[in-house]
């Protein structure tokens, strides 16, 4: 299915970096397609972990902050924290096993 080069996990080649790892450097994969995968075996019968890579000399510096990429980010975790059922702000990010606030899964 995929054409990308496919690596053993730990078996990257240099040059190539996860996000996080990139993310780890202040880099960004800057618009850059993935360039490899690297899998990681589980248990028999579980599909492997894929984790992408990017070119390290492709990725560019994550880009400062600015308040409109505040406001958006605002934005997010008031959508995080607003529950579905009462559409109230909970005040916490609602917890994914729950989907709702806890107020309103009390009540069911
Ligand atoms: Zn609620």
Request: proline share 10%; charged share 25%.
């Amino acid at each position: 299915m995929s054409t990308l080069p496919v690596y053993r996990w730990r078996l990257a080649p240099d040059g190539y970096a996860t996000r996080r790892q990139l993310r780890a450097r202040g880099l960004r994969p800057g618009g850059q397609d993935v360039a490899a995968q690297l899998e990681r075996p589980r248990r028999r019968g579980r599909s492997p972990l894929i984790a992408y890579l990017y070119r390290v000399d492709l990725a560019k510096p994550v880009r400062p902050m600015t308040p409109g990429r505040w406001a958006a980010l605002d934005k997010a975790n008031t959508a995080r924290r607003t529950c579905p059922e009462c559409r109230r702000d909970a005040g916490y990010v609602i917890p994914a096993s729950l989907g709702i606030c806890v107020p309103c899964h009390d009540t069911i």
